[in-house]
């Protein structure tokens, strides 16, 4: 016979409640007993019944986490960590794929809602003002898109994006191409701007080439309008359009860094695979997971049982938060960037004279190396 509740009540002294209570709502339970309570089911191999609980907690344990493209090597990190994350927190997570396409993250959501205790929307094609809606149904938390109003966990794109061009100007780069990415895309606003912004600082050109698809054919397909447009360099939406974008290019017999500089953003695995190395934006995805599924549970998602469906995210007990958290982003420098048209000539160093010069020994100042700008705040 399966190991029930009561047989765990019995072995621990407790009451049935106590036990039920130290799994649903665990800090309500004093320490010391909710060890031995734990100990004692551990010792029977009982396990809660989790649809059960949630017939009597109003929770499912369960959250869901819907992605724009499962095989952009950008979201695997971000699904791994939060999962991890979920599990220490004794939640199982839901991925679902959208391929890019809004009307298929509506959808999901309606779908998840009824199933999980709130829903981690990441890199959303949606409007604002239909994620604001969905939000009304099912406790949500946006990553990689600034919402208003709502929990949001952002990477910031667009100072990853004025080090990528600052980096570029440095190296005498003045004409460059920003290759865009999905129109709807919050990052490829961020970073048009930016870029836009760090371009006429530094007294160079900038040139948009887009919307794009955030893919490596996407980059691919627009290396012949790169090679006719006469920049020296390149930042791209993403480490997989830059990736296409040095292959198309090679297809070409355009060098890359000897006549076009790339930068990527995103530091994937692949960043390190190709030949050359890309130079790439790095984004904290990991953390980007980790913490969205904390501050989705940090909201009191409780909701009383029976509330499921529409209203029931702003039902009576159900706590909001409109925290939103900004991750720092960080320019790595590889193989796939190199000396523009207008680089400087590096002066070389001058032969120390003997002692017989009337000069006297010479000095030559050192040039500083062209650094990242530390984050500023958003124009």
Not at 123 to 145: C, D, F, G, K, T
Not at 272 to 285: C, D, G, I, N, S
Not at 287 to 312: C, H, K, N, W, Y
Request: charged share 20%.
């Amino acid at each position: 016979m399966p190991v029930t509740i009561r047989d765990v009540a019995r072995a621990s002294g407790v009451h049935i409640s106590t036990v039920s209570r130290t799994f649903s709502a665990p800090h309500l339970v004093n320490p010391d007993t909710r060890v031995r309570v734990l100990a004692c089911a551990e010792d029977l191999g009982y396990r809660p019944n989790r649809a059960a609980r949630a017939l009597i907690t109003g929770r499912t344990h369960n959250i869901g986490l819907i992605i724009a493209d499962i095989a952009n090597p950008f979201f695997p990190p971000l699904i791994k960590a939060a999962e991890s994350q979920a599990r220490h927190r004794d939640y199982h997570v839901f991925v679902a794929d959208t391929n890019e396409d809004p009307a298929t993250e509506e959808e999901l959501v309606h779908a998840l809602a009824k199933q999980v205790d709130g829903v981690l929307l990441c890199s959303p094609r949606m409007s604002n003002s239909l994620i604001e809606q969905l939000s009304r149904e099912v406790p949500l938390v946006v990553v990689n898109r600034q919402v208003t109003g709502l929990p949001c966990v952002l990477m910031d794109v667009g100072q990853g994006a004025r080090a990528a061009v600052e980096h570029l100007v440095g190296l005498g780069h003045r004409r460059i191409a920003l290759l865009g990415g999905p129109r709807s895309s919050w990052t490829n606003r961020e970073m048009r701007r930016a870029a836009g912004a760090a371009a006429r600082a530094g007294h160079a050109e900038l040139t948009v080439l887009g919307p794009n698809a955030p893919t490596v054919g996407g980059g691919s397909a627009v290396a012949e309008q790169v090679r006719r447009s006469g920049v020296s360099a390149v930042l791209a939406y993403n480490d997989l359009m830059a990736i296409g974008l040095v292959e198309g290019l090679d297809a070409l017999g355009v060098r890359v860094p000897q006549e076009v500089s790339v930068v990527g953003v995103d530091d994937s695995t692949l960043s390190r695979l190709t030949r050359p190395k890309l130079t790439t934006v790095a984004t904290p995805t990991a953390t980007a997971g980790r913490t969205a599924v904390d501050m989705l549970l940090q909201q009191d998602i409780e909701s009383p049982r029976g509330a499921r469906g529409p209203g029931a995210g702003t039902a009576l007990g159900v706590r909001r938060t409109t925290a939103q958290v900004m991750l720092q982003t960080d320019l790595v420098i590889r193989d796939s960037t190199g000396p523009g048209p207008h680089a400087r000539p590096a002066r070389p160093l001058a032969a120390r004279p003997g002692p017989a010069s009337p000069r006297g020994p010479e000095r030559t100042r050192a040039r500083p190396p062209v650094t990242p700008s530390p984050p500023t705040a958003e124009e």
